[in-house]
């Protein structure tokens, strides 16, 4: 028996196989959950059809967050293809690239909504469509970063929106917490990884290596770490944790930020 065994389980946000997205969707299937995927923009499908079918999954449905039609058809379908679900993935962000470059005080009005619309408002939209969907004890889970809490460099717009992100996390959980289905809500804290959405954010190379030093288990994260930490957070093993961010980062955010040889990392 998987850690998962009997629940099903939506993802939202797999782009490619390097995506978080697709290192949850691999340890949930290793943990014996089904898995239905949705995918931004028809472009898309190609990769996505291919990597969820190689998972044992045909669900594959389109839904940009930007529009709420699209969130209230996915989950129509949803319905219709599971009746309920136990478990909801939203590991989708973006922010103009212009905006991931420079200082953080030019963001437009326009770019800081964009943001604020893609990475942060559509986790609340989509859990509340998902809502009437969930079994009792199921979970929902989105993708924070520490540049909520630190002035990361390049990170800017993004981090206000991860912070904000995080706050509704805790809203959430309060909400969903309260329905006799006790529903959990959290976040995972990922250590940067080279992804799609990572390649967009100026420094983001160097920065990734510095990581690898300076961080406790002296080492990157992968996709799989991240993985492997949400099917904990989403089964039962879980079952007492709710607006929590957990960070899934080898250490990171609780390094004193000196590297070995005592000069500032
Ligand atoms: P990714 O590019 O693989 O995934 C981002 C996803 O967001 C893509 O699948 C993209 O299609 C989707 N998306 C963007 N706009 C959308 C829209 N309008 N509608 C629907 N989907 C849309 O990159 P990733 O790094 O796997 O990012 C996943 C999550 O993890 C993001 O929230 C990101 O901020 C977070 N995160 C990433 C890192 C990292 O270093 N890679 C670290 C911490 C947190």
New binding site residues.
């Given amino acids: 028996m998987g850690l998962l065994t009997g629940k099903t389980a939506l993802i939202?946000?797999?782009?490619?196989d390097?995506?978080?997205?697709w290192g949850i969707a691999k340890a949930f299937h290793r943990e014996g959950a089904i898995l239905g995927f949705s995918?931004?923009t028809e472009k898309?499908e190609r990769r996505v059809r291919p990597l969820a079918e190689s998972l044992g999954a045909d669900w594959v449905e389109p839904?940009?967050?930007?529009k709420d039609e699209d969130i209230t058809a996915v989950m129509e379908k949803a319905a219709s293809r599971f009746g309920q679900i136990d478990i909801l993935v939203h590991?989708?962000?973006?922010a103009n690239r212009e905006d991931l470059s420079g200082p953080y005080y030019t963001v437009s009005r326009q770019g800081f909504l964009t943001a604020m619309d893609?990475?942060v408002y559509s986790f609340t939209a989509l859990a509340r469509a998902a809502l009437p969907l969930m079994r009792p004890g199921g979970a929902m889970l989105t993708?924070?970063?520490i540049g909520s809490q630190r002035a990361v460099p390049h990170y800017n717009v993004m981090g206000v929106a991860k912070a904000a992100l995080e706050a509704s996390v805790r809203y959430l959980a309060a909400d969903f917490g309260a329905d006799e289905r006790r529903i959990r809500v959290n976040a995972i804290?990922?250590g940067?990884?080279r992804?799609?959405?990572?390649a967009g954010i100026a420094g983001s190379r160097a920065l990734i290596n510095a990581f690898g030093k300076v961080s406790l288990l002296h080492r990157n994260i992968t996709i799989d770490d991240v993985g492997n930490a949400a099917a904990y957070l989403c089964s039962d093993l879980a079952a007492g944790v709710t607006g929590e961010v957990h960070y899934v980062d080898a250490g990171f955010n609780v390094a004193f930020p000196l590297n070995e040889e005592g000069e500032d990392a």
Avoid at 12 to 16: D, I, M, Q, R, T
Avoid at 63 to 66: H, K, L, Q, S, Y
Avoid at 195 to 198: C, G, H, I, R
């Fill in positions: 939202f946000g797999v782009a490619n390097h995506s978080i997205a995918y931004a898309l839904c940009d967050v930007a590991s989708i962000a973006f893609i990475s993708l924070t970063y804290s990922a940067p990884i992804t799609l959405a990572v």
